[in-house]
């Protein structure tokens, strides 16, 4: 039962999360939200907990192991994200990207200082669960969290934190590669011609998944090879995207490739496309930005007219 719930309230986690990527343009404030949703969620798992409780051990490790580590890691994860967005310099592209390099190392080194536990869990191994995802045990050999003694003992085993930790670390690890290939895609195409500077998607995220939701619905570049259509996207958004396939069949193509080519076009993260078109259907209005465009459209006409 707790694991239907809990399956459930993590879905309406992301979602939030997904809402607040779209809804929100300022990096510190979504964040800040972001951590505020994680919270919230977290404590709801907390308080369903208190009231269904776990009442086998092997209840207690499905949930401190496979459960509980997924939420709290989110908020792990965007706690970190903020704190490292606040302490981020403001330079170029290489002064960004060694700060992002940096900060991977610090977490290879939070990996190597807890090795023996991060291998336990990149193994899928299960030998040990009882003493890590159990409560009421406390293993002095088995490098138990000291924090524990000021969590909630209800809630809490001497490792389901360190686990958030090691998934948080995966997910930043995760983001900082991404981040850093971005900016080594960008000054590569700044070298070409330093026109391209700055030549990002400067609208929201949720305006670029419309336009890819239009062209694939109106299959707007046909049975066209990718050759092609990169030649006409690079001259006319001024972008070089470098080598891709020779041909392409981009009109029949699913809309998971469509956001790969449009994100790298635009050096932009659409995050998790599928939930966002979820979110665009339950909006007042579905076409916000098209609605934009066609009313900037229109105003010019009618200035060419008078």
């Not at 109106?218 to 090879?225: D, H, M, S, V």
């Not at 994100?263 to 579905?286: A, H, M, Q, V």
Request: proline fraction near 3%.
């Amino acid at each position: 039962m707790i694991t239907k719930f809990s399956d459930r309230l993590y879905a309406d986690l992301n979602k939030d999360l997904n809402a607040l990527t779209l809804e929100e343009d300022q990096v510190i404030k979504r964040l800040e939200k972001s951590i505020h949703a994680c919270l919230k969620y977290l404590r709801k798992l907390k308080d369903y907990c208190k009231l269904n409780d776990p009442g086998t051990p092997a209840e207690e490790i499905v949930f401190f192991k496979h459960i509980k580590p997924k939420f709290k890691s989110q908020l792990i994860f965007y706690q970190s994200l903020l704190n490292m967005e606040i302490r981020k310099p403001i330079g170029d592209g290489k002064v960004v990207s060694d700060y992002f390099a940096n900060e991977i190392k610090i977490l290879y080194h939070f990996f190597e200082s807890n090795l023996s536990f991060y291998q336990y869990v990149r193994t899928q191994a299960t030998y040990l669960d009882e003493y890590y995802f159990v409560r009421g045990n406390y293993d002095v050999h088995l490098d138990p969290d000291q924090c524990v003694i000021d969590f909630d003992p209800t809630f809490s085993t001497t490792h389901d934190h360190k686990l958030a930790q090691v998934l948080a670390s995966e997910l930043m690890q995760e983001h900082l590669e991404q981040a850093i290939q971005r900016i080594s895609q960008k000054d590569a195409i700044i070298q070409i011609d330093s026109e391209f500077r700055d030549f990002d998607w400067k609208q929201t995220k949720c305006a670029l998944i419309e336009l890819i939701y239009c062209w694939h619905a109106t299959e707007a570049f046909g049975k066209k090879n990718l050759k092609s259509i990169v030649k006409f996207i690079e001259k006319s958004f001024n972008i070089s995207l470098g080598n891709f396939y020779d041909t392409y069949d981009f009109g029949k193509k699913n809309l998971k490739s469509i956001v790969k080519f449009i994100e790298k076009s635009f050096n932009i993260s659409l995050g998790n496309f599928y939930d966002t078109y979820d979110w665009l259907c339950g909006r007042p209005s579905p076409t916000v930005y098209i609605d934009e465009m066609k009313s900037a459209f229109l105003l010019r006409i009618q200035k060419k007219l008078r």
